[in-house]
């Protein structure tokens, strides 16, 4: 049977703060365990947490970047659990008065727009780390705790039930990666666990109006594992429907290198986290007026960026999305639009080279070694006909290699474009004399062998001769 | 008199005068505590070497000709619920019996700046659950006055520790009344300023929205020292109040001509002691023939208040206790192969019968399903009772009323926690209001001390040192002397 699939999303993320939420420890990854921590941090007895105003900004940035109605009136909760990472035994978060609710995002899936819902935002502090001796917690001798990420600040971004495939999931998140990038708010690193989220994913017959029961997957750290997670798990549900059983409310969590979800705990047993409101945290007020001046200091969101890209800059919508997808991506295409008019280029090298060298090499935009300003000028020496398409990558192979401008080094390798009519004229004649039996064939008509005339001279040129220049003399030649 | 006996700004006036160093006045107190500790059990641990260490340091700043602070060179009780760096602070529970603290308290800090001499930790009740400072894991202490009587609690060895001589001011906290009802019970005087008045950082939490921490002294005057030294905005409780606190000494002047004072009479009602009231009564009557225009009133919610109390304290403790765990400090039960045996057992061995009876009822009150029916309602009697407050504090400038509707009891005569929770009936209100409220000894019943409650509006602390300093200064209660650490000492 075919099932119609409900799929909610609770994105965890870290902001980039320079400060923890609660107290003044600094916030960054990693760190010699236990460095970055302070007695608030680690819950020593009376130590008390004082709120980081930045993490507020954030969040409000974030409700503000997602259409959310930002709430006025905030408080603290304390979601009470016990694990050795916990170091209070509670969590500081938000239940009763998220900071933001009721907004939506707009995501794009095979060229049809469609609204996601954002139930709330709210911010949380994170826990420590675990660090076992052995593999997994079962077979380690001891575990030991690291709290330099503890209460670290969190927002969570809870999704309406709106999306309908593990392909849209996936979008969305990646949606949301790159609002969340643009508006400076986290560095979004899923490797390092500082975008992450849960699903909720239910399964109905097309017909049914109700929910089915969901599951809730834990532990999906990567666009992949949120796709192959949903999709999995859209599966497991069908076949425990079509073999006539009933779909279980359990949280799940996601085993990336098997590929399957696991049973972690059914409603029955599921925490009661026994929330109340945090005393020692006094209620704070976001006013309307520092919330307006949040909202002065909002850059470009991807959309709008995408618009002028495919506007006033021409670009169609396919690469437009590429480009605006990642702020670092976007900001070096801004960046070589100011050395070019060619946006069609700029978007090709981009999307083409330059993305293939940054997979090959497993790099971030960020990391790529030539400066935006360097390809414009390579594209411009292109246009202008100084070097060929073809040559234009080995310089750009070059610029790689020793980060020298392309003008250098089409100097000093004298990779410059032979358009001059006499020299190429000889070029012409010299292939046609050592082939004579192509010559023939395309004088009888056989087209591709002047394909193959064209690829000779390039040879004797090293690749400089211009290809249209030849084209056009070997026709006249042959004629 | 022996030294020991004095007010601390007494003993600062002779430190200034150089009639005494602080070196041989820290070597007194050492010498009672070695004389009466025997027999009162008012400390857990006793800091000798660091308190002669600072006193060494006052006499030389003396020496030098310095000004010194008001409380420089005088040893001073800390309740072992607040966090001296390098010291026990064990909250007089097994779970932190070998916990070192690695901060100061803001208070701490503070009384640090100011040269305060620390000469111990002072016994309390477990986590400070409970009111007669029985459920203390190491010991129990006996009232000054009556050795076969409680000191109150949970501030118990605080109060007995002045009330003996073993130091000549103590800082307790208070919860539901763990400064006032000690002090009423050792005819020492407590003081519970305005919730925010004073940092609680480092105050090991009990319930967050309710502890504040106050001095226990001989007089009203040592108490608005110590307030003075203690009090502030701090950066690092966000509770606290961010303006600046008043000199709590300016309010130490006898007149109380066209002050109102309130007599609430839900104050005054059944469980209440017939000696208590009468001595209660007549201490108004005192306050009267000083010029006090006395006024009737009503807080009609105080019924409730205890009940209250007992749902909102669990439920705050339940999630401030859940850090104890033996994960990070304090004790760890041994043998356990795993972590859920670890947590189940460490606490299990590590907390007491009255901490664990909390725990659980906070537990239940804030489970689901049951939190709207228990947590919501009391917070919102909560309101009704500050409201009542805020109505009556209209009409008059303090209210007047018994601190405890009893005198001390005698140690292990109240088995059921219930009755024991009713020993709080008239200082929970307080807390729960936030108010700043003093308890000064008015009399005596059966030799044992009683306690007359002063209560004000929210940080007008001065109206309340004010009534209590001209009362004290009229009646002279405060220069009576315990029997064990006192005059016969």
Redesign the interface.
């Known amino acids: 049977m075919k099932y119609e699939t409900i799929i909610g999303l609770e994105t965890h993320v870290e902001l980039k703060t320079a400060t923890k939420c609660f107290c003044s420890c600094p916030a960054e990854f990693g760190g010699e365990p236990n460095t970055h921590t302070c ?2 941090c ?10 980081n105003k930045k993490v507020v900004e954030f969040a409000i940035k974030t409700g503000l970047a997602l259409n959310c109605e930002i709430q006025r009136y905030n408080r603290f909760d ?1 979601k ?1 659990y ?1 694990y ?1 990472d916990l ?4 969590q500081i978060s938000q239940l009763f008065l998220p900071i933001c609710r009721g907004g939506y995002v707009d995501i794009e899936v095979d060229g049809t727009v469609k609204r996601i819902g954002i139930t709330r935002i709210h911010i949380e502090e994170d826990a420590g780390k675990l660090v076992h001796s052995g593999a997994s917690i079962s077979d380690s001798d001891f575990s030991v ?1 690291d709290y330099n990420r503890s209460s670290v600040p969190l927002i969570e971004i809870v999704s309406e039930p709106d999306l309908r495939s593990p392909q849209e999931a996936r979008v969305f998140m990646e949606k949301l990666r790159s609002i969340l990038e643009y508006i400076g708010v986290s560095d979004c690193k899923m490797q390092e666990g500082s975008l992450r989220c849960d699903a909720n994913v239910s399964i109905r017959p097309p017909e049914q109006k109700e929910f089915g029961a969901r599951s809730e997957i834990k532990n999906l750290n990567s666009f992949r594992s949120v796709q192959r997670g949903i999709e999995y798990e859209e599966a497991r549900q069908a076949a425990v429907l079509d073999e006539g059983g009933r779909v279980v409310q359990e949280t799940r969590t996601w085993d990336e290198e098997r590929g399957v979800t696991h049973s972690m705990r059914s409603k029955e047993e599921a925490h ?1 986290y ?3 409101p ?5 209620p704070f007020v976001a006013e309307a007026e520092w919330v307006a001046k949040i909202a002065e200091t909002m850059p470009e969101l991807p959309d709008a960026r995408k618009e002028r890209l495919t506007g006033r800059l021409g670009l169609s919508a396919y690469d437009a999305s590429g480009v605006i997808a990642r702020l670092a991506t976007a900001d070096y295409f801004d960046e070589a639009m100011k050395h070019t008019g060619d946006a069609k280029s700029v978007a090709n090298w981009i999307l083409g080279d330059i993305s293939a060298w940054l997979n090959g090499n497993n790099l971030e935009m960020r990391d790529f070694p030539i400066p935006a300003e360097n390809v414009a000028a390579m594209i411009n020496l292109v246009n202008k006909g100084v070097l060929s398409s073809k040559l234009a990558k080995t310089v750009f192979e070059e610029m790689l290699k020793s980060g020298k401008a392309p003008a250098e080094i089409v100097r000093e390798k004298g990779l410059e474009q032979i358009s001059d009519a006499g020299a190429l004229a000889l070029a012409v004649e010299k292939i046609i004399t050592a082939n004579p039996k192509s010559a023939e064939d395309y004088k009888a008509g056989k087209d591709k062998a002047l394909g193959f005339l064209v690829g000779q001279v390039m040879k004797e040129t090293k690749g400089r001769a211009n290809p249209e220049m030849i084209n056009k003399l070997l026709r006249e030649k042959l004629s | 008199m022996s030294l020991c006996n004095l007010p601390a700004h007494e003993l600062g006036k002779k430190l200034r005068a150089k009639e005494v160093s602080s070196v041989e006045l820290t070597k007194e107190f050492l010498n009672r505590i070695a004389e009466v500790e025997p027999k009162i059990g008012a400390f857990v641990t006793l800091c000798e070497q660091a308190a002669l260490e600072t006193a060494a340091l006052v006499d030389a700043k003396i020496a030098r000709g310095e000004t010194i602070a008001p409380l420089a060179g005088i040893p001073g009780a800390i309740k072992d619920i607040l966090c001296i760096k390098g010291v026990k602070t064990t909250c007089s529970s097994r779970i932190l019996d070998n916990f070192i603290a690695p901060y100061d308290a803001t208070v701490i800090a503070k009384l640090k700046q100011n040269d305060a001499v620390f000469i111990g930790k002072a016994n309390m009740d477990e986590f400070a659950m409970g009111s007669t400072t029985e459920t203390s894991y190491f010991k129990k202490t006996r009232n000054p006055w009556a050795p076969d009587c409680t000191p109150g609690g949970s501030s118990g060895g605080s109060a007995a520790g002045v009330a003996a001589g073993e130091a000549a001011w103590s800082l307790g906290s208070d919860t539901g009344g763990s400064i006032r009802q000690p002090a009423a019970f050792t005819g020492t005087v407590g003081l519970k300023p305005t919730y925010g008045r004073v940092s609680r950082y480092g105050c090991v939490a009990f319930a967050s929205s309710l502890d504040q921490v106050g001095p226990i002294a001989r007089d009203v005057t040592d108490c608005a020292l110590v307030l003075n030294a203690i009090s502030g905005h701090c950066e690092h409780d966000s509770t606290s109040y961010n303006l600046a606190a008043p000199d709590f000494t300016k309010a130490l002047h006898p007149d109380i001509k066209g002050v109102k004072i309130g007599v609430p009479k839900e104050y005054f009602g059944e469980g209440l002691d017939k000696a208590v009231e009468e001595k209660v009564r007549g201490a108004i009557r005192h306050l009267s023939e000083l010029g006090a225009e006395i006024v009737d009133v009503s807080l009609p919610h105080t019924e409730y208040a205890v009940a209250t109390y007992y749902i909102i304290a669990p439920a705050e403790a339940s999630a401030n206790l859940a850090r104890f765990d033996g994960v990070k400090y304090g004790y760890r039960a041994p043998g356990c192969r795993n972590l859920i045996e670890m947590t189940v057992k460490t606490r299990t061995q590590g907390f007491g019968n009255e901490v664990k009876r909390r725990i659980m009822l906070g537990t239940y009150v804030l489970s689901s399903g049951y939190y709207d029916a228990y947590y919501n309602k009391a917070m919102k009697v909560r309101t009704l009772i500050i409201e009542d407050f805020k109505k009556v504090f209209g009409k008059v400038d303090v209210l007047a009323c018994p601190t405890a509707p009893t005198t001390a009891l005698p140690l292990g005569a109240m088995l059921d926690p219930l009755s024991i929770y009713m020993l709080d009936v008239y200082t929970i209100p307080v807390n729960m209001a936030g108010l700043p409220g003093i308890s000064i000894p008015c009399g005596f019943s059966g030799g044992k001390p009683v306690g007359l409650q002063l209560i004000g509006r929210a940080l007008d602390e001065m109206s309340v040192l004010r009534a209590a300093y001209t009362y004290e200064q009229s009646a002279g209660f405060h220069k009576m002397a315990a029997p064990i650490g006192g005059a016969s000492a």
């Open positions: 007695p608030t680690t819950g020593m007895p009376g130590a008390l947490p004082v709120l304390r009470n016990f050795p170091p209070k035994g509670y705790v009661d026994r929330y109340f945090d005393p020692d945290l006094v």
